[in-house]
């Protein structure tokens, strides 16, 4: 299994973007997680299991709950990555948009 | 608070998405690509062509203050219609990087916004990979740098 390219597929998701940013504030039960969406229980499940198997999500045993964390190790390497690429471009498109503001008064 | 510009690169293959929204009409956004001197003030590079039309060609160039290229990219416009697209290739000089194709999609959100979309295409997904990873590769090359600089003045005050 490639688990990068796993990673990657689970970021191309607007659900599972949402969920990773709900678990970024706190641990979190996949009942807790589910219920901050409309879509069906065993949905945010499969989402969370994706999330769980490329290691996006950690999951802990707290007495007969199972509760979500992020692993910020994984996520950093994917931000990583990808991040100096991005910030060039935005660099760019930030002068762009300061330049062709002068433009427009005229 | 979200980016404004998003790269989107699904591992596996060999493409790639920037999109960005400008608080610009479309009408700025495009000129922003098909005029020379404000192509050159944004970019910061020399224009030495740019055929906005069809089967026009393009060209950029960057010298050091030593008037050394330190950077140079050409291609061929395939498509060419103001305020809406651009489809071009791109290939940078002196580099074993071969030709890349990109498609511009200009797009009007209002009357004061705007969306671009770049959509770029590579010949293999290693070579992708290898252009996502040189801003990153160079960033730890800085570092190394200015670690460099950080101890040979060190070194310096011990003399």
């Known amino acids: 299994m490639n688990l990068r390219r796993d990673v990657f597929q689970a970021i191309a998701d607007p659900t599972r973007r949402a969920i990773l940013l709900l678990v970024a504030s706190q641990s979190m039960t996949a009942g807790a997680i589910a219920s901050n969406f409309d879509t069906a229980r065993p ?33 950093k ?15 760019r498109f930030d002068k762009l948009e300061s330049v062709m503001k002068k433009y427009k008064k005229k | 608070m979200q980016p404004k510009t998003k790269v989107s690169a699904q591992d596996g293959k060999q493409e790639l998405t920037i999109t960005r929204e400008f608080d610009l009409p479309v009408e700025l956004l495009f000129r ?3 005029e020379p001197d404000i192509v050159e003030e944004w970019m910061g ?27 140079g990219a050409n291609g061929v416009f395939h498509e060419f219609v103001p305020n809406k697209k651009i489809i071009r290739t791109f290939e940078m000089e002196n580099t074993p990087f071969d030709v890349q194709l990109e498609f511009f999609e200009f797009e009007k959100l209002t009357d ?9 295409i590579f010949r293999s997904i290693a070579l992708r990979d290898q252009v996502l990873k040189m801003p990153f590769a160079a960033g730890i090359n800085m570092a190394h740098n200015r670690l460099e600089e950080v101890v040979s003045k060190l070194k310096n005050s011990i003399a």
């Open chain 1, 77 to 91: 390497e994917i931000a990583e990555f990808i991040e100096p690429f991005r910030q060039i471009w935005e660099k």
């Open chain 2, 112 to 120: 004061e916004t705007s969306k671009l979309t770049m959509h770029i």
């Open chain 2, 45 to 71: 590079s020399k224009v030495l062509k740019l055929e906005g039309r069809k089967h026009g060609s393009w060209q950029l160039q960057k010298r050091d203050d030593n008037g050394n290229v330190v950077f």
């Open chain 2, 32 to 34: 922003a690509h098909s």
């Open chain 1, 43 to 75: 949905t945010v499940s499969k989402h969370l299991q994706i999330l769980t198997e490329c290691e996006l999500l950690k999951q802990e045993q707290n007495g007969r709950e199972i509760y979500y964390h992020l692993n910020p190790k994984k996520m």
